[in-house]
């Protein structure tokens, strides 16, 4: 089953695909936690592998997926309604990085994105006459918090995708804070919403890489590529929930 963005055959996909916007990230976390990984999609760039999980425990030896994104809504639209649709994909999990907004987490932390606000309209037509709620699989997430327990610092809650990477609404970071969202990222809305849609999984983990409000803590592009080791192990829980 070749679609427009994706040239797999359809049974080249686990039952659960872990998500990062940069198909090179795609490429490394596949050599990091998959035996056996073989390419199953290139279409523009945008790499899928499958292979079985290496670590261990339980889930040693089960199959896995991990493809990219590409970067905001649209893209990872795109490719969320593919796999649902064509390619028996049951479970998605966004692994990658937000900007924190609330005083209470740091860089570094772990944010489990169980709502997502957002400034997009890609959700409005879903339900008509409907402001429709964006919120994650919330059996995949209590896997992921499980997971994460006396072993890093991880946030539960709110989130919001923006449309805009620099543009901002006087009045709007102020408005966040005090409305509890945790951190601004680029994809979960789109994604919560295209899993409601098939009827399938989704959650968001990221790593918060740097602080729209505590400035002078954001991280470098090499910590940006080294520190997300937690996030991963827990998407790698949810996608076996």
């Given at each position: 089953m070749?679609?427009?963005h994706i040239n797999a055959e359809t049974n080249d996909f686990a039952p659960a695909v872990l998500m990062p916007g940069d198909p090179k990230r795609a490429e490394r976390m596949a050599g990091m936690i998959l035996d056996s990984a073989r390419l199953v999609t290139d279409v523009r760039g945008m790499m899928g592998f499958t292979g079985t999980y290496s670590g261990s425990g339980e889930h040693y030896g089960k199959p896995l997926s991990i493809m990219g994104s590409g970067m905001g809504?649209?893209?990872?639209a795109i490719?969320?309604?593919?796999?649902?649709?064509?390619?028996?994909?049951?479970?998605?999990i966004r692994v990658g990085t937000a900007g924190g907004i609330s005083p209470d987490v740091s860089v570094g932390d772990v944010i489990i994105g169980v709502g997502a606000h957002t400034t997009s309209s890609m959700n409005e037509l879903r339900i008509p006459g409907t402001h429709f709620s964006a919120i994650a699989d919330l059996r995949m997430a209590a896997a992921a918090l499980k997971a994460a327990e006396g072993t890093m610092n991880v946030f539960t809650g709110p989130i919001i995708s923006?449309?805009?990477f620099y543009f901002s609404i006087p009045g709007?970071?102020?408005?966040?804070?005090?409305?509890g969202v945790l951190g601004v990222e680029m994809e979960a809305a789109s994604l919560y919403g295209v899993a409601a849609e098939h009827g399938k999984g989704a959650l968001t983990v990221l790593t918060v890489s740097d602080h729209l409000t505590k400035k002078g803590t954001d991280m470098t592009s090499e910590e940006r590529e080294s520190r997300f080791q937690g996030a991963l192990t827990?998407?790698?829980?949810?996608?076996?929930?």
């Amino acid at each position: 089953m070749t679609t427009p963005h994706i040239n797999a055959e359809t049974n080249d996909f686990a039952p659960a695909v872990l998500m990062p916007g940069d198909p090179k990230r795609a490429e490394r976390m596949a050599g990091m936690i998959l035996d056996s990984a073989r390419l199953v999609t290139d279409v523009r760039g945008m790499m899928g592998f499958t292979g079985t999980y290496s670590g261990s425990g339980e889930h040693y030896g089960k199959p896995l997926s991990i493809m990219g994104s590409g970067m905001g809504m649209p893209s990872i639209a795109i490719y969320a309604t593919e796999l649902f649709r064509f390619f028996d994909v049951e479970r998605i999990i966004r692994v990658g990085t937000a900007g924190g907004i609330s005083p209470d987490v740091s860089v570094g932390d772990v944010i489990i994105g169980v709502g997502a606000h957002t400034t997009s309209s890609m959700n409005e037509l879903r339900i008509p006459g409907t402001h429709f709620s964006a919120i994650a699989d919330l059996r995949m997430a209590a896997a992921a918090l499980k997971a994460a327990e006396g072993t890093m610092n991880v946030f539960t809650g709110p989130i919001i995708s923006a449309d805009h990477f620099y543009f901002s609404i006087p009045g709007q970071l102020d408005a966040m804070v005090a409305h509890g969202v945790l951190g601004v990222e680029m994809e979960a809305a789109s994604l919560y919403g295209v899993a409601a849609e098939h009827g399938k999984g989704a959650l968001t983990v990221l790593t918060v890489s740097d602080h729209l409000t505590k400035k002078g803590t954001d991280m470098t592009s090499e910590e940006r590529e080294s520190r997300f080791q937690g996030a991963l192990t827990l998407a790698i829980a949810a996608a076996f929930a």
